[in-house]
């Protein structure tokens, strides 16, 4: 069998029954997570919009706009969703795969699984099946540099878990991602580095299309033999292997005598409300600002060593929430002047704060080949905190807190949850979704579920 084929026998062969018990539970705490950070997000006022245009375009769907009370059907409410899950930078990510699987994933199988009045055993397989496909597509191709992962492989992504939902076997699942790689949206970094909103459309825009490349197969579209290494291998990528995206995949099942870990229990969750990238500095720089009770006012300047695409986001005076979360700069001087960086350290009032554009001039952004995102043995930021007077305090990050090797209890994930989410659905009952989600094996009609997120 060829990787396709690999991949497809393991998605049509992947069962809750058979799920470890550890993959069952780290399925339900990163649906947890990707749920609030859709319904944080959709507070948004673009969003907002985006979610009563949806619900008035489709009136009569059956699939929920979270955190509004409008329903659409499955291709709307997948859309809007996922924009609104990435609107705040908060959804978790995939060290070994690049990018987000499940925004990709939990939005459209989401929807679908509504729609459809499914249980949420099959949600919870299908998203651990979308999101390994997912992960192993991205971890397989190395993008070229300016191009930006959301929305590309997602929407394999989406396309493989509501196909999953549909229960097709190996040969369709084939067809449908061979589909949804043909469809894979081209994205740029630029957006997000300029703050345009409309970079929180490309999980979305991928969505939208990795349920329509399911409903292609059903109406006899043909797809090429081997899309991901047409689309992968010749426009997005520098390189596309198609041997990596397979790598131990049949040890996820046991059929080969071991026990793999599923790419959900390998995932890394967002402890701060921006860009990756700057959490690797945000890590020393909040544990040296604890450490030694340091205020703003006791810096002179922060000098940081980090991966080489740092140079792209040394911006030290974003214009909008979106380009400050996009700014080592930014989010350095705002966690070190206001001690958080939850979603507040990005806002309006943030923006405007005298305290943070000062400091923010003062942080030097260097670079070091070295480093990289994708390893765990090899450091990913450098902080060196310069002192009025000229002490110096240093620090080094390799693994954030958070990701699957530096983790967090889970407790802390709950936390971040309600805190998310309570603005919009109220303290006492985001804590109510809390438990719903972890029996969510237990649901009958994942529309339980799906009612409880919204105001």
Known sequence: MDYLDRLATFVAATRFDSL??????????????????????????????LARRASARAPHGAATLLGHRGKSDAFWAALTNAAAGVALEVDEGSRLGGGHPAIHVVPGALAVAEERRLDGRRLLE?????????????????????VHSHGTWGTISTAVAVAKLSGAPAPTVRAVLN????????????????????????????????????????????GLGDAPSDVYGTILADRFEPELAVVGIESLS????????????????????????????????????????LTAGDIEK???????????????????????????????????????TDPSAFDAEALADERIRALAQRVEIGTDS???????????????????????LERTTSVVRGDALSPVPRDEI??????????????????????????????????????????
């Open 20 to 49: 470890p018990a550890s993959t069952v539970a780290a399925a339900k705490l990163v649906l947890l997570d990707t749920l609030g950070a859709v319904v944080a997000g959709s507070a948004m006022p673009e969003n907002g919009e």
């Open 126 to 146: 299908s998203v651990v099946a979308g999101y390994e496909v997912g992960s192993r597509i991205g971890g397989a191709t190395t993008a070229r540099p300016n």
């Open 179 to 222: 589909l949804a790689a043909s469809m894979s949206p081209a994205n740029t970094w630029t957006p997000a580095l300029d703050g345009a909103t409309i970079r929180n459309l490309y999980p979305g825009r991928s969505a939208f299309q990795g349920i329509l490349a399911v409903e292609l197969e059903r109406c006899g579209f043909t």
């Open 254 to 293: 046991g059929a080969d005598g071991g026990r793999g870990l599923y790419r959900i229990e390998q995932n890394y969750f967002k402890l701060h409300a921006c860009c990756r990238f700057n959490h690797f500095a945000l890590d020393a720089v909040m544990a040296l600002r604890s450490a030694h009770r």
């Open 302 to 340: 922060v000098e940081i060593v980090t991966i080489p695409f740092a140079v792209r986001m040394g911006a030290p005076a974003p214009a909008s929430s979106l380009a400050a979360r996009f700014s080592i700069p930014w989010a350095v001087s705002a966690a070190l002047v206001l001690g958080r």
């Open 370 to 392: 070295t480093m990289t995102p994708q390893r765990a043995d090899v450091p990913t930021a450098h902080v060196r905190l310069v002192l009025r007077g000229g002490k110096t």
């Open 414 to 455: 709950t936390a971040k949850f309600v805190s998310l989410t309570a603005p919009i659905l109220g303290e006492s009952h985001a804590r109510k979704v809390v438990d719903v989600v972890e029996a969510a094996d237990t649901l009958e009609d994942v529309g339980a579920l799906t009612a409880m997120l919204i105001p």
